[in-house]
């Protein structure tokens, strides 16, 4: 089970951290990513990492502004965002890829869990 916390309400300009906690299982050994909804949107790729995270990939709207990473000890993957824009806001979730190691996919059928979500605001 994956669970998202960390979103809220920020003016733009401004930064959060999101995180995704993992229980029931060790997912460190593949593929995580966030992804995002907005309204009336469908849900698109933002960030992925590697099972090591030893390797990055963004969206090319969020590159330079968005860092994943990952604590597998603590089995535990974040986003930080900052320099946050109004375009940024949505539901942000994060899921995990049984099926790869070091290169995310980028469609979301390839994800086998799924985090409930945390929404992000950002005002102008």
């Known amino acids: 089970q994956l669970q998202a916390s960390g979103g809220g309400l920020v003016q733009a300009g401004g930064s959060l951290r999101l995180s995704c906690g993992v229980s029931?299982?060790?997912?460190?050994?593949?593929?995580m990513a966030w992804f995002r909804q907005a309204p009336g949107m469908e849900r698109e790729f933002v960030a992925g990492?590697?099972?090591?995270?030893?390797?990055?990939y963004y969206t090319d709207s969020v590159k330079g502004r968005f860092t994943i990473s990952r604590d597998n000890a603590k089995n535990t993957v974040y986003l930080r965002m900052n320099s946050l824009k109004p375009e940024d806001t949505g539901v942000y979730y994060c899921?995990?890829?049984?099926?790869?190691?070091?290169?995310?996919?980028?469609?979301?059928?390839?994800?086998?869990?799924w985090g409930q979500g945390t929404l992000v605001t950002v005002s102008s």
């Open positions: 990492i590697s099972w090591s995270g030893g390797s990055t």
């Open positions: 029931g299982r060790t997912l460190s050994r593949y593929v």
């Open positions: 899921a995990a890829d049984l099926g790869r190691t070091v290169i995310p996919g980028r469609d979301v059928d390839e994800y086998d869990y």
